[in-house]
């Protein structure tokens, strides 16, 4: 998909896949273009050239968009004078759901003591929970959450990844734009990376962080400066890191192999990766 607003292209030439059972996060900095993606997605931005599809049909095609697409957009809004029960009994009969459903998903996200009580006095993090529920409502196949985790605490925030894994487990497609990379790292199967518009990184959250130039191995050894020669002759790239060495684009196995084959003792043979912050911060830097 591609959308151009004037002289400025928001999103150019975007293309990726969510598959059902599995956490896929929506990363890039901000003006990155990931709202407007949302947006494409969900039919409120018509995209210039190319659309985004569920399961092959546009969301303005869907026979019954909210029993296939549970969706929490950061602007939610809700009527302060209803209480949270009475709002989800509105979007219930709106979207020819089961009035059973309400309870169901008030039980879901912890909000059944709450549920009496008017919007107006709940907390941030409270209406957070009830745009969850509301999202839950027509059990849908594919969640599309946009900051989920804005104005939950602690907690709330381990409250909700546990939330994301369990969908997923329960085979839905789940699709979560966060700036919270640390909770990316913790919930995601997938990863997605824009910047500038532009994909920078897809695909799964291991091989992301293991970067451009492949598998990274972590070795210690008393011999550690032989063993550097020797593995910069077999033409690995090496680099020093205190009493250790980092072996970019070598397995485990190929780094002991030279080891075992020269007599050098191990003390430590570890396969490593970037951090999620590390991987987003290079990936994003030339757009930034």
Known sequence: MSKRFGKVEAVRDLSFEVQAGRVTGFLGPNGAGKSTTLRMLLGLIHPSSGE????????????????????????????????????????????DHPAGRVDEVLETVGLTTAAGRRVKGYSMGMRQRLAIAAALLGDPEVLILDEPANGLDPPGI?????????????????????????????????????????????GPLEGVLGGPDGPMTRVRAEEVRRLADLLRERGMFVEDERSALIVRGASPEAVGAVAAEHGVALSELVAVSRSLEDAFFELTAEAA
């Open 52 to 95: 985004g599809t569920f399961g092959g049909r546009r969301y303005e095609d869907l026979p019954h968009p909210s029993a296939q697409v549970g969706v929490v957009l950061e602007e939610a809004s809700f009527h302060p004078g209803r209480t949270g029960r009475n709002h989800l009994r509105v979007l219930a009969a709106a979207g």
């Open 158 to 202: 381990r409250w909700m990844r546990d939330l994301l894994r369990s969908e997923a487990a329960r085979g839905r497609a789940v699709l979560v734009s966060s700036h919270l990379l640390s909770e990316v790292a913790q919930a995601a199967d997938d990863v997605v990376v824009i910047a500038g518009g532009v994909l920078r990184a897809s």
